[in-house]
């Protein structure tokens, strides 16, 4: 699982799709001009989670986003193997979690 709130963050993803890391890169600039530039993971606004595995989707729902429902879920990258999904959770009102997952992490986010 990696967790993003900082642009410079961002080369973690040189492994993801280009629209990947856009919808990323766009999602900490909404942040960082709601809530500020220096924020820290704590602090309102809230993050972007990049889901690798099955587990990872486990832990999060089990913890995180415990009774949440998704406000909304797009994709934002499709290819001959892989979907990317893009999912907000609110988790207070200045608070919020956006999941990118793939394919079967995708699936199991929903269930």
């Known amino acids: 699982m990696i967790n993003l ?11 993801y ?10 999602i900490i600039n909404i942040l960082d001009e709601s809530y ?3 924020r820290k ?3 309102d606004g ?11 989707v486990e832990n999060l729902k089990s913890n995180i986003l415990k009774g949440l429902v998704e406000e909304f879920s ?7 193997v892989n979907t990317y999904n893009s999912t907000l959770y609110l988790l207070s009102s ?16 929903f269930k």
């Open 5 to 15: 709130w900082k642009k410079e963050d961002l080369n973690v993803l040189s492994e």
């Open 74 to 80: 797009d994709v934002i990258y499709e290819d001959e």
């Open 46 to 56: 809230g993050y972007v989670c990049i889901i690798e595995d099955i587990k990872e």
């Open 36 to 38: 500020g530039y220096n």
């Open 41 to 43: 993971l704590t602090d």
């Open 17 to 26: 799709p280009k629209e990947v890391v856009e919808n990323v890169d766009n």
């Open 94 to 109: 200045d608070y919020s979690v956006t999941v990118i997952s793939k394919n079967e992490e995708t699936e199991y986010l």
